[in-house]
């Protein structure tokens, strides 16, 4: 069953933040954030683990709540590049460590 | 480093038709995993591979796709005979260890069956 992403789709201006939300019905093991530029393939930005550890992008920050399942995608003062789509995948627990992506969250900065 | 390359980019075939996909991971990476992207939806995973053995392939359509990783390495993804909700494109990832599971994604290749 795949997580469930929201927004579907946020316009913002330049400089401005903005949340992305991923929930999972299963226990998860970890959550993996993903952005993806139309016509290429996604590119990994961070990945959360389930007792805090976390790797990745250094300008852009996330949350993994354990107990509801559930993470958070922070951009703070959004760029131009950063438009696209951005995916979660998740990893439940005892998954042979495969990801399962919502459907994404479709980003717009605008300048 | 070089990245996980895929061919061909994009590929137009008719209904019935035969198709096959190339993938070659970054180097060392013994996790290889196939994706199916439909226009608007996130990656759907096919099959993985660790080295060259099937680590799930459970949501494959065996009845019509295939896929091999003979020597651990470059893996071939085939699909006999199309349909045209084959249509999408199909990504190949590749990740250091089934542990270390940071997934790097090749280009794709858009495949449109008419």
């Known amino acids: 069953q795949q997580p469930v992403q929201s927004p579907q789709a946020v316009i913002l201006r330049e400089g401005e933040d903005a949340v992305i939300n991923c929930s999972s019905s299963k226990a998860l093991y970890s959550v993996h954030w993903y952005r993806q530029k139309h016509g290429e393939a996604p590119v990994f930005l961070m990945i959360?683990?389930?007792?805090?550890e976390q790797k990745g992008h250094e300008k852009i920050s996330a949350s993994f709540n354990e107990k509801k399942q559930q993470s958070s995608l922070y951009l703070t003062a959004s760029q131009l590049s950063y438009s696209g789509t951005y995916f979660c995948g998740t990893e439940s627990t005892g998954s042979a460590r495969q990801l399962t992506f919502g459907s994404g969250t479709q980003l717009t900065v605008l300048p | 480093e070089a990245g996980v390359a895929q061919s061909p980019r994009y590929k137009i075939i008719e209904k019935r038709q035969s198709v096959a996909f190339w993938c070659n991971p970054i180097?060392?990476?013994?996790?290889l995993y196939w994706y199916q992207q439909i226009l608007g939806q996130g990656p759907k995973l096919l099959i993985q591979?660790?080295?060259?053995?099937?680590?799930?392939d459970s949501q494959l359509p065996k009845d019509r796709f295939s896929a091999e990783r003979l020597k651990g390495v470059d893996s071939t993804l085939k699909i006999q005979p199309a349909k045209l909700e084959d249509s999408a494109v199909y990504l190949c990832?590749?990740?250091?260890?089934?542990?270390?599971?940071?997934?790097?994604f090749g280009p794709g290749t858009r495949l449109t069956v008419l």
């Open positions: 591979f660790q080295n060259n053995g099937v680590v799930d």
């Open positions: 990832a590749s990740s250091p260890t089934v542990q270390d599971n940071e997934q790097f």
């Open positions: 959360l683990l389930k007792g805090g």
């Open positions: 180097s060392g990476h013994a996790t």
